[in-house]
Structure formats: C-alpha cells, structure tokens
C-alpha cells in the first residue's frame, strides 16, 4: 500500500507501473525478512505481528515529503471505485487460481509434505528452506498487489492502518474461519465474518467485543472451519469446492 502511495503520489507514476513496484517491493521485504521462516508454531506467529509494527514505525518516521510521516499520503485521483473492485476481483481469481495450481502441482506436494513432517520432507530430497521460501514470496505477492489497489481505491496511505495489528490478526482469523487447507475456506471465512461485521456494526456499539464472541463460537463448533466442517459431514463435496 505505502510503496504504490510513493510511487503514485511522490513519483508521479502510473497506476499499473505504481501496482507493479508494490509486487516489486512486497517480495524484497519478504526476502528481506525470510530468515523468520526458521521460527515454528506460535513463535513465528509472534515475530510475524511484530514485523508488521516495525514497518509502521518505520514508514511513519521517514521523511513527510516521501511517505507523509504518521499523516500518510493522500493521492488525488479522479479514479472510477468500479476499476477497483475489477482489480481486486481480478488479484482474488488470481490467487485461487494461483492456489487451486498449488494443490495438484510439485510446490504444493512438498509444501505439504512440509507441513506433515519436515523432516521425512527432507529425508526424501525435498529442499525444506528453499521449498519454504518459495511459498514466503507467493505469499506475500498477492498482499502487495492488493493492498496497492486498496489504495487506489481509498486514495489514502495511512501506516497506522496498512500495518496495524489488527489487520493482520483478522487476515489470520478469516482463513481459520473458513477453514485452512482448503482452496475457497478463507474466501468463506471472509465472506462470512465481514458480512456480520457489518451487520452488528449496523446495529450494535460494541462490534469488537461481538464479533469476538462470534469468532468463539465458531472455533468452538466448527473447529475445522465452515468449509472444513462441511467436508467432514459431507466429503464427497471435496472435489467441488476444496
């Protein structure tokens, strides 16, 4: 989101050359921050929040003229919001696409082999480290590639949101809701918790706390997720929709 600001904004460039350095420099600061990948479980999960709040100093702290400090950028556009929603569908069909190829290809047999046992991966000649790392840059491509367009969209830059701690912890949330190890279980996951998001924001002060409780509920009765469970019951769907 702050790289595509900087480039829209500052550098005056295009949109689409503007998306094209945000891939650009999502997939430098994953390289930038791979050797995190050696931590495991709930380590990892620690350093990964914490990398989110170093970025958000970091990019609130430099130069105002370059990323307008903890103000942000504003980018003055006279975008069509109806382009945005195109493109994100367009980053959303990718990133199944990208994912459903994963399921049935090498990458994504060794990843979860990985996953199973790292080290039975290894002992039958799986690079772990590199077969990781490969999976840290698709990961982070997509991220980058949306939030340039979210961007876009809002023509706002704010480091307090893009980097906020809470983005990432939903981002975590909605896939467990929909059901990890599944291809359309966080797009359901999503769907799902940002339709009653909205709802009990309609009707409700106390949003947080609501859907938190909504959230509990749904790990203590569909531990699996909603996809996950609906597999489990019925597993003949998995060829259609995992």
């Not at 569908?89 to 990133?95: F, Y």
């Not at 939030?147 to 809002?154: D, L, P, Q, S």
Request: proline letters at 5%; a positive charge; aromatic letters at 10%.
């Amino acid at each position: 989101m702050a790289d595509t600001g900087i480039c829209y904004k500052v550098l005056g460039w295009p949109i689409l050359p503007s998306l094209a350095a945000a891939s650009v420099v999502g997939l430098l600061i994953a390289l930038l921050f791979a050797p995190t990948l050696r931590l495991r479980g709930v380590y990892f999960g620690i350093v990964s929040l914490a990398l989110a709040t170093i970025m958000r100093l970091l990019i609130s702290n430099l130069p105002d003229g370059f990323t307008g400090g903890s103000m942000g950028l504003i980018l003055s556009s006279a975008n069509n919001p109806t382009h945005s929603y195109y493109a994100m569908l367009a980053v959303m069909a990718a990133t199944l696409a990208t994912v459903a190829w994963l399921s049935i290809s090498r990458l994504g047999k060794a990843l979860k082999a990985i996953r199973d046992d790292d080290a039975a991966a290894a002992c039958v000649g799986i690079h772990v480290p590199r077969t990781r790392l490969k999976a840290w840059l698709l990961a982070a491509l997509f991220p980058a590639l949306a939030g340039g367009i979210e961007a876009w969209y809002t023509n706002v830059v704010d480091p307090e949101y893009a980097f906020h701690v809470l983005i990432t912890a939903k981002s975590i949330i909605y896939a467990m809701a929909g059901g990890f190890g599944t291809i359309i279980g966080p797009v359901v996951g999503t769907l799902a918790l940002l339709g009653i998001d909205h709802l009990i924001w309609q009707k409700f002060p106390v949003l947080n706390l609501l859907l938190g409780l909504v959230i509990v509920l749904l790990m203590l009765f569909l531990p699996r997720g909603i996809v996950g469970s609906l597999l489990k019951r019925y597993p003949q769907l998995r060829q259609y929709i995992a």
